[in-house]
């Protein structure tokens, strides 16, 4: 049997936005309140930091 060198120990995460799984290393990430959010690239992030502004203006609003 061969053995192909496919690393099968790379650590998927689930993209924030659409839950699609991508390679750790090649997921965005940002630094929520007090996790770590990724995202499979930079569409789903933004889709993502936008929505935060808007809670964390809905939270603001208020005074
Ligand atoms: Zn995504």
New binding site residues.
Partial sequence: MIETLKPTDVEYVK??????E?PKSEAQNAEARDYVAY???L??YE?WEAEQMKERTQEAGEP
């Fill in positions: 993209c924030e936005v659409c839950l699609k991508v995202f499979c690239g569409e789903c889709q």
